[in-house]
Nanobody, 122 residues
Framework: VQLVESGGGLVQAGGSLKLSCAASGSTFTIDVMGWYRQAPGKRRELVASIHSGDGSTDYADSVKGRFTISRDNAKSTTYLLMNSLKPEDTAVYYC????????????????WGQGTQVAVSS
Protein backbone atom coordinates (compact mmCIF):
# COMPACT_ATOMS: atom_id res chain seq x y z
CA VAL A 1 0.00 0.00 0.00
CA GLN A 2 1.34 3.41 -0.97
CA LEU A 3 -0.02 6.66 0.45
CA VAL A 4 0.42 10.20 -0.88
CA GLU A 5 -0.82 13.19 1.08
CA SER A 6 -1.59 16.64 -0.21
CA GLY A 7 -3.35 19.80 0.87
CA GLY A 8 -1.18 21.16 3.64
CA GLY A 9 -0.14 24.78 3.87
CA LEU A 10 -0.18 27.97 5.88
CA VAL A 11 -3.48 29.35 7.14
CA GLN A 12 -4.59 31.93 9.66
CA ALA A 13 -6.29 30.92 12.88
CA GLY A 14 -9.97 30.28 12.29
CA GLY A 15 -9.34 29.19 8.71
CA SER A 16 -9.81 25.84 7.03
CA LEU A 17 -7.76 23.30 5.13
CA LYS A 18 -8.61 20.00 3.50
CA LEU A 19 -6.02 17.25 3.40
CA SER A 20 -6.17 14.39 0.93
CA CYS A 21 -4.57 10.95 1.08
CA ALA A 22 -4.53 8.92 -2.10
CA ALA A 23 -3.94 5.20 -1.62
CA SER A 24 -2.68 2.74 -4.21
CA GLY A 25 -1.70 -0.90 -4.22
CA SER A 26 -3.61 -3.49 -2.20
CA THR A 27 -6.11 -1.02 -0.82
CA PHE A 28 -8.73 -3.76 -0.38
CA THR A 29 -6.69 -5.10 2.54
CA ILE A 30 -6.96 -1.86 4.56
CA ASP A 31 -9.11 -2.03 7.68
CA VAL A 32 -8.69 1.48 9.03
CA MET A 33 -7.50 4.78 7.53
CA GLY A 34 -6.26 7.43 9.88
CA TRP A 35 -4.70 10.85 10.13
CA TYR A 36 -1.95 11.43 12.65
CA ARG A 37 0.03 14.54 13.42
CA GLN A 38 3.35 15.33 15.01
CA ALA A 39 4.33 18.74 16.29
CA PRO A 40 7.97 19.66 16.98
CA GLY A 41 9.16 18.02 20.17
CA LYS A 42 5.96 16.04 20.62
CA ARG A 43 4.92 12.48 19.99
CA ARG A 44 2.87 11.52 16.99
CA GLU A 45 -0.81 11.43 17.89
CA LEU A 46 -3.95 10.09 16.28
CA VAL A 47 -6.22 12.85 15.01
CA ALA A 48 -9.01 10.90 13.31
CA SER A 49 -9.74 7.48 11.86
CA ILE A 50 -12.35 5.84 9.68
CA HIS A 51 -13.10 2.14 9.44
CA SER A 52 -13.33 0.54 6.03
CA GLY A 53 -16.16 -1.81 6.94
CA ASP A 54 -18.87 0.37 8.41
CA GLY A 55 -17.41 3.84 7.91
CA SER A 56 -17.42 4.55 11.63
CA THR A 57 -15.16 7.38 12.74
CA ASP A 58 -13.17 8.36 15.79
CA TYR A 59 -11.63 11.69 16.71
CA ALA A 60 -9.17 13.03 19.22
CA ASP A 61 -10.92 15.17 21.80
CA SER A 62 -8.88 18.19 20.72
CA VAL A 63 -10.38 18.17 17.21
CA LYS A 64 -13.94 16.97 17.81
CA GLY A 65 -16.45 19.30 16.23
CA ARG A 66 -13.79 20.96 14.08
CA PHE A 67 -12.29 18.18 11.95
CA THR A 68 -14.12 15.70 9.72
CA ILE A 69 -12.62 12.56 8.22
CA SER A 70 -14.23 11.07 5.14
CA ARG A 71 -13.42 8.77 2.25
CA ASP A 72 -14.18 8.28 -1.40
CA ASN A 73 -13.91 4.56 -2.05
CA ALA A 74 -14.07 4.96 -5.81
CA LYS A 75 -10.96 7.15 -5.69
CA SER A 76 -9.27 5.26 -2.81
CA THR A 77 -8.86 8.64 -1.17
CA THR A 78 -9.32 9.70 2.43
CA TYR A 79 -9.86 13.32 3.41
CA LEU A 80 -9.46 15.40 6.51
CA LEU A 81 -11.45 18.63 6.54
CA MET A 82 -10.08 20.94 9.19
CA ASN A 83 -12.19 23.92 10.24
CA SER A 84 -11.66 26.56 12.92
CA LEU A 85 -7.95 25.89 12.89
CA LYS A 86 -5.89 26.90 15.89
CA PRO A 87 -2.16 27.57 16.23
CA GLU A 88 -1.88 24.39 18.29
CA ASP A 89 -3.00 22.41 15.23
CA THR A 90 0.35 23.23 13.63
CA ALA A 91 2.12 19.96 12.86
CA VAL A 92 3.15 17.55 10.15
CA TYR A 93 0.10 15.50 9.29
CA TYR A 94 0.56 11.88 8.26
CA CYS A 95 -1.86 9.55 6.55
CA UNK A 96 -1.94 6.01 7.89
CA UNK A 97 -3.40 2.77 6.59
CA UNK A 98 -3.71 -0.18 8.92
CA UNK A 99 -4.15 -3.79 7.94
CA UNK A 100 -5.01 -6.45 10.51
CA UNK A 101 -4.22 -10.12 9.91
CA UNK A 102 -5.43 -12.79 12.29
CA UNK A 103 -3.62 -16.13 12.31
CA UNK A 104 -2.09 -17.53 15.50
CA UNK A 105 -2.63 -14.04 16.91
CA UNK A 106 -3.50 -10.62 15.64
CA UNK A 107 -0.90 -8.84 13.50
CA UNK A 108 -1.16 -5.20 12.53
CA UNK A 109 0.66 -3.68 9.57
CA UNK A 110 0.92 0.09 9.28
CA UNK A 111 1.63 2.06 6.13
CA TRP A 112 2.52 5.76 6.20
CA GLY A 113 2.55 8.65 3.83
CA GLN A 114 5.38 11.14 3.64
CA GLY A 115 3.55 13.78 5.64
CA THR A 116 2.26 17.23 4.82
CA GLN A 117 2.96 20.38 6.83
CA VAL A 118 0.10 22.37 8.32
CA ALA A 119 0.97 25.72 9.88
CA VAL A 120 -1.61 27.91 11.59
CA SER A 121 -0.68 31.50 12.37
CA SER A 122 -2.24 33.45 15.19
Amino acid sequence: VQLVESGGGLVQAGGSLKLSCAASGSTFTIDVMGWYRQAPGKRRELVASIHSGDGSTDYADSVKGRFTISRDNAKSTTYLLMNSLKPEDTAVYYCNARRTVISDREYQFDYWGQGTQVAVSS
